[in-house]
């Protein structure tokens, strides 16, 4: 309970530092940002997969952990700030696929952050630790966050 106490204080206050500099972003680079880094957490998701899921690349528990350090690094990043008045449609050259929802379902946004997040931390913790089949379980619950926001709040 306490440790839920303290990650959502941490995320609190990230989130409220990173409004601050994110006030000075247009909508239309806070798009390009949180696509930037979707993207790379993505890529990552990718080495895991194909390292502890397909086997088609040989496990490397170093790469492994390197890519749920980089996933659980933006998962508190504090991207939420990158959701900022005007980003709720595309804007000039950088398209969205968020739904509108996401802008006025703050409860139900909060509840599928958090279990991203919790769920990327734990993905790093069990790589460091080195254990494949643990790392293929740990990265399972992460695609299913991921898959519980992009169910609720990503148009196809």
């Known amino acids: 309970m ?9 995320g609190l206050l990230l989130a ?18 949180r696509k930037a880094g979707y993207s790379f957490m993505s890529w990552n998701m990718g080495k895991i997969k194909a390292q502890v899921v397909e086997g088609s690349v040989a496990y490397d ?27 709720e449609k595309s804007v000039g050259k950088e398209k969205t696929r968020v739904k509108p929802e996401f802008f006025t379902q703050k409860e139900e946004v ?12 734990n993905l790093a913790k069990v790589a460091a630790e080195g254990d494949k089949a643990a790392v293929a379980q740990a990265f ?17």
Not at 142 to 153: E, I, L, T, W, Y
């Open 2 to 10: 306490i440790n839920k106490l303290i990650a959502c204080t941490a």
């Open 16 to 33: 409220g530092t990173a409004s601050l500099a994110v006030a000075q972003v247009s909508p239309e680079d806070q798009i390009e940002f």
């Open 61 to 87: 528990p170093k790469q492994v952990a390197a890519a749920a350090n980089a996933i659980a690094a933006i998962a508190n990043s504090g991207m939420g700030a990158l959701y900022g008045p005007g980003t």
């Open 110 to 121: 909060a509840k599928v952050a958090i279990a991203f997040n919790q769920a990327a931390n």
């Open 140 to 156: 399972g619950e992460v695609g299913k966050s991921c898959k519980g926001c992009h169910d609720q709040f990503r148009m196809d």
